[in-house]
Nanobody, 124 residues
Framework: VQLVESGGGSVQAGGSLRLSCEASRYTYSSDLMGWFRQAPGKEREGVAAFQTDNGHTYYADAVKGRFTVSQDKAKSTVYLQMNSLKPEDTAMYYC???????????????????WGQGTQVTVS
């Protein structure tokens, strides 16, 4: 399984970025795909998740109303559209797949099997 993130960069506060996560060598059709982030000195935290079979979405309170998670199933790709970015959104953003915690908290790091290498988002 390979997860490849892209789309990170540096933006000013109030700006937007769209992150992409392409999954390969993976049965993408029925899973929860997640986005997490980790700032220096902080624990990795859940940002959003997308259920690939029915489109259900989950968001952390800190990003509700600003971030939107979506998918292109034909491309086995999940996106994270980030609007109204704030300096506190600065972090390395990671894509996750292979969810193992059905019925439990989606934002628990230990419930995910596969991780991408991360893409840096810096908001100034």
């Amino acid at each position: 399984v390979q997860l490849v993130e892209s789309g990170g960069g540096s933006v000013q506060a109030g700006g937007s970025l769209r992150l992409s996560c392409e999954a390969s060598r993976y049965t993408y059709s029925s899973d929860l795909m997640g986005w997490f982030r980790q700032a220096p000195g902080k624990e990795r935290e859940g940002v959003a998740a997308f259920q690939t079979d029915n489109g259900h979405t989950y968001y952390a309170d800190a990003v509700k109303g600003r971030f939107t998670v979506s998918q292109d199933k034909a491309k086995s790709t999940v996106y994270l559209q980030m609007n109204s970015l704030k300096p506190e959104d600065t972090a390395m953003y990671y894509c996750a797949a292979g969810y193992m915690g059905w019925g439990l908290r989606w934002d628990s790091v230990s419930h995910w099997r596969y991780w991408g290498q991360g893409t840096q988002v810096t908001v100034s």
